[in-house]
């Protein structure tokens, strides 16, 4: 079975830093890569994807990720965080099991960053 | 265009009752699952349902179950609550057909309580 490891479960950063979140799946075929990301209060939504093609996937609020199909990595960047970035992101994949097309999610990160 | 919508918001029921969630998808998707997200984990992949049939299920007892519409909306039922049952339980819809892409549409989920 695929799983998902997250590994920082809480960062802090102050506006204007760098942000990477790293993000390593265990399966190595074929996998297509999602960044959710859930704002204080609202629904899960999606940031970016891959699916194949260009290894650097730029998503929404200029946020942008790198698959390394080598380390089996999809981390999450951003040049320069805002206060309202401030969201638990979670990194999944997607396990084609049978005519399952299900999501297996990380523990997510939870961000916050500081004015 | 309306997004996934679920009901109710929230609710509180006590260790041993039933309870009924609903979900209606996105115009158009005629694929449902269901995820379950306690509180610090990400969210759990529990069922999905396309075209009225179960295509899916994750690893939760029987005392889970559920079920889709002509409509394509569709309901998880949870019987015999534990308080370990306590989660912000997710419907998620996509297109369904041929699912190349994947990509699932998050609802703001039903925050459940079980006392």
């Known amino acids: 079975a695929q799983s998902v490891s997250q590994h920082n479960h809480h960062v802090i950063l102050s506006e204007a830093a760098s942000l990477e979140l790293g993000c390593n799946y265990s399966?190595?075929?074929?996998?297509?890569l999602f960044w959710y990301v859930q704002y204080p209060g609202q629904h899960l939504q999606l940031l970016l994807k891959y699916f194949s093609g260009d290894p650097l996937v730029k998503g929404i609020k200029g946020f942008e990720a790198e698959f390394i199909k080598s380390k089996f990595s999809f981390n999450l960047r951003k040049p320069s965080v805002q206060w309202s970035d401030t969201a638990e992101y979670f990194c999944a994949v997607n396990d084609w099991g049978g005519a399952t097309n299900k999501l297996i999610f990380g523990t997510g990160t939870l961000l916050a960053v500081q004015p | 265009d309306a997004g996934v919508t679920q009901s109710p918001t929230h609710l509180i029921k006590t260790r041993g009752q039933h309870v009924t969630l609903r979900c209606s998808p996105i115009s158009g998707h005629k694929s449902v699952s269901w995820y379950q997200q306690v509180l610090g984990q990400g969210p759990q992949f529990i069922f999905q349902?396309?075209?009225?049939?179960?295509?899916g299920r994750g690893n939760f007892p029987d005392r889970f179950s559920a079920r889709q519409f002509p409509n394509y909306s569709s309901e998880l039922n949870v019987n015999a609550l534990l308080l370990g049952d306590s989660a912000l339980y997710l419907c998620?819809?996509?297109?369904?057909?041929?699912?190349?892409?994947?990509?699932?549409?998050f609802g703001p989920g039903t925050r459940l309580t079980v006392l």
């Open positions: 998620a819809s996509s297109r369904g057909d041929g699912e190349v892409l994947g990509e699932q549409f």
């Open positions: 399966y190595g075929g074929t996998v297509n």
């Open positions: 349902y396309y075209e009225k049939e179960e295509r």
